[in-house]
Nanobody, 123 residues
């Protein structure tokens, strides 16, 4: 079992930045592909970004490509999501989770979800 906890969410203005962190408090995540998924108000879960266990293979949703960067530090059992040039449509609860399969993009292709962190983009 992997126990994930996200942090770093909050209120940002359009064009602003936030950095989300996801840390495992139990079993290490160094051998797992990881991903970020979000759910906006009244919306379905949406894939955001993923990273393989070595940090070599990155995947991004078209909606965040060029603005968000996913990274990891296996020594710290942590995964990060740097979010720049934030837009109001980025408002959502952001979850990190473990990939069931490589390059996972759908909700059912992730497991051991964290509780999420709220990101609100508003002026």
């Amino acid at each position: 079992q992997v126990d994930l906890v996200e942090s770093g969410g909050g209120l940002a203005q359009p064009g602003g930045s936030l950095r989300l962190s996801c840390v495992s408090s139990g079993r290490g995540i160094g051998h797992y592909g990881m991903g970020w998924v979000r759910r906006g108000p009244g919306k379905e879960y949406e894939f955001v970004a993923s990273i393989d266990w070595r940090g070599d293979t990155l995947d991004y949703a078209d909606s965040v490509k060029g603005r968000f960067t996913v990274s990891r530090d296996n020594a710290k059992n942590a995964v990060y999501l740097q979010m720049n040039n934030l837009k109001p449509e980025d408002t959502a609860v952001y979850y990190c989770a473990v990939q069931v399969i490589p390059l996972a993009r759908t909700e059912d292709e992730y497991q051991w979800w964290g509780p999420g962190t709220q990101v609100t983009v508003s002026s």
